[in-house]
């Protein structure tokens, strides 16, 4: 997510169980799960990797594989 002269909007959404981040530009959406669910199979490759995240204090951490 660059900076540019247009489409620079960002939508961020929080719901029990995931972290949404709506990036305008390419109309996509990262669903970030907050629970472990365990690992996508290593043949499962996604755009954005297999993402999990965490609340540590008031930062979300993120990890992506894939």
Do not use: C, K
Request: aromatic share 10%; no cysteine.
């Amino acid at each position: 997510m660059m900076p540019s002269a247009y489409n620079n909007n960002m939508q961020l959404f929080q719901t029990e169980d995931n972290v949404v981040i709506l990036n305008e530009m390419v109309h996509d959406a990262r669903i970030i799960p907050l629970e472990w669910r365990g690992d996508l199979p290593s043949s499962v490759w996604q755009w954005n990797g297999d993402s999990r995240g965490r609340w540590d204090g008031d930062t979300l951490a993120v990890e992506s594989r894939n």
